[in-house]
């Protein structure tokens, strides 16, 4: 004979399974809810790290572009010290080039001088021998003269290379003043050293003369 289930009985089971699946799907709606939760504090956290992060990534940047512009800095205050202290270093040797320069120069021009001078009583003496000999040198002694004037100033010339200043600040302008001055000075020697030879060459006339009167 079939087994029969009384209605009740079936339905207090459909009842129960019901319960017991509303139950088990309010569990896993909580479990969820907590994951869920956690889930979104997980988050919140890690985008406090990722925040952190940054920030420490922007200040240690921030840091660095200051430590490197810093250094830069420094970097060029160094070379520009560097290059002054070049300059100033170049300019001195320049200095002490120009100062040899000068001593040189002023070194040949007195030679020359001293040789004017030399030719000058050289010539005066052959104007005394001449003279005692009756040969009228009146006119070559005044040009001796003249030339013995012009050999004082480039004398003086002389000197004014020696007194060219070598300055260290700017020795463009004392080179400029030494090709000027040395200039000066070689043009007076050449003008002293031709009236000298205008005085030999004068005195050849009264030479010949005195040699002719005295034949007659």
């Known amino acids: 004979f079939p087994v029969t289930i009384p209605g009740a009985e079936i339905r207090a089971k459909i009842e129960e399974r019901r319960a017991e699946t509303e139950k088990r799907r309010n569990e896993y709606k909580k ?3 907590q994951k869920k939760i956690e889930l979104q504090d997980k988050r919140v956290e890690v985008k406090k790290e990722v925040e952190l992060k940054r920030m420490e990534v922007k200040e240690f940047a921030s840091s660095t572009r200051m430590e490197v512009k810093e250094k ?3 970097m060029r205050k160094n070379a520009s010290s560097t290059r002054a202290e070049l300059s100033a270093e170049k300019k001195a040797q320049a200095a002490a080039k120009l ?5 040189k120069t002023s070194e ?7 040789r004017l001078n ?6 005066s003496a052959r104007l005394d021998s001449f003279a005692e000999k009756g040969v009228d040198v009146t006119a070559a002694r005044i040009g001796l003269e003249a030339a013995r004037a012009k050999i004082v100033s480039a004398d003086a010339a002389a000197d004014a ?5 070598a300055s260290s600040d700017d020795p463009r302008v004392s080179l400029e003043s030494l090709k000027t001055a040395t200039d000066n000075a070689r043009k007076v020697i050449k003008e002293a050293h031709e009236a000298i030879v205008m005085v030999i ?3 050849k006339p009264a030479i010949g003369t005195a040699t ?5």
């Open 108 to 114: 040949q021009l007195n030679k020359a001088v001293d």
């Open 201 to 203: 060459k004068n005195l």
């Open 72 to 74: 830069r800095e420094e």
């Open 99 to 103: 100062k040899e320069k000068i001593a």
């Open 31 to 33: 479990e969820f809810e």
């Open 212 to 216: 002719t009167t005295s034949t007659q």
């Open 161 to 165: 290379v020696a007194q060219v200043p």
């Open 118 to 123: 030399e030719s000058a009583n050289k010539v």
